[in-house]
């Protein structure tokens, strides 16, 4: 089955720790984003590739990085310089930017 | 500046009865449109898509939504709920001249009761 994986499920981090989340995609999709989600509110864009090698900066980057090394994969790292890391983390693809989003189920990262 | 607005945070809804959801966007052309529905814990699942053409759209789960240009709408609705309808369902919009950037309403929580 084509899909979108995010893995852990659940990931607890202490203060001041770099921490990686895994996002995997076998949809052949070019375009791939992250996004944060927090109670009451919507998806908020961190991340976003258009294509292998190539990554820009959303509207919440700070704190964050991301890499693009391979088609189907595009691992988000959560850096102790991000303030308020605790929320829920999604993954989507698309075959090209602007296209239908698919998502991923999701990390949700605690710090402790 | 574009927005995405979803009015009401919350809705209870009776199984068996209709239910329709709000979603207002601001935004100069015509973007493309997206209905989303997200159980607790989990992803979000697309449930429609409007891009051109017939304004109304049929989606999964007997869910529809209709675009009012003139209104800058995209309403979901369904008929008769069903307790498996109980969800987070968000509005999206894909900003067309800005490279397909989706920008997310806040939400619509819906509980079913008895």
């Known amino acids: 089955d084509g899909g979108i994986t995010q893995s852990p499920k659940y990931l607890f981090r202490k203060e001041g720790q770099n921490v990686t989340l895994s996002c995997e995609q076998n949809l052949n999709h070019d375009a791939m984003y992250w996004y944060r989600q927090d109670p009451g509110q919507g998806l908020r864009l961190i991340y976003y590739?258009?294509?292998?090698?190539?990554?820009q900066k959303g509207d919440i980057a700070e704190g964050y990085s991301v890499s693009r090394e391979k088609k189907e994969s595009f691992p988000l790292t959560v850096t102790s310089a991000q303030k308020n890391p605790t929320a829920f983390y999604l993954c989507?693809?698309?075959?090209?930017?602007?296209?239908?989003?698919?998502f991923g189920p999701g990390t949700r990262l605690t710090v402790l | 500046a574009q927005s995405v607005t979803q009015p009401d945070i919350h809705i209870t809804v009776s199984e068996g009865a209709s239910l329709e959801l709000r979603c207002n966007y601001s935004y100069g052309a015509t973007p493309y449109l997206f209905w989303y529905v997200q159980s607790p814990g989990q992803g979000l699942q697309l449930l429609l898509k409007?891009?051109?053409?017939?304004?109304l759209v049929q989606g999964i789960k007997g869910f529809e939504a209709e675009f009012k240009r003139s209104q800058s709408s995209f309403n979901l609705r369904k008929p008769s709920v069903h307790w498996s309808d109980a969800a987070e369902y968000f509005c999206a919009v894909a900003l067309t001249d800005s490279w397909g950037k989706f920008q997310f309403g806040a939400g619509t929580q819906v509980v079913v009761t008895p």
């Open positions: 409007y891009f051109s053409g017939d304004t």
């Open positions: 989507a693809s698309s075959i090209e930017q602007g296209d239908t989003q698919y």
């Open positions: 590739s258009q294509i292998v090698n190539d990554f």
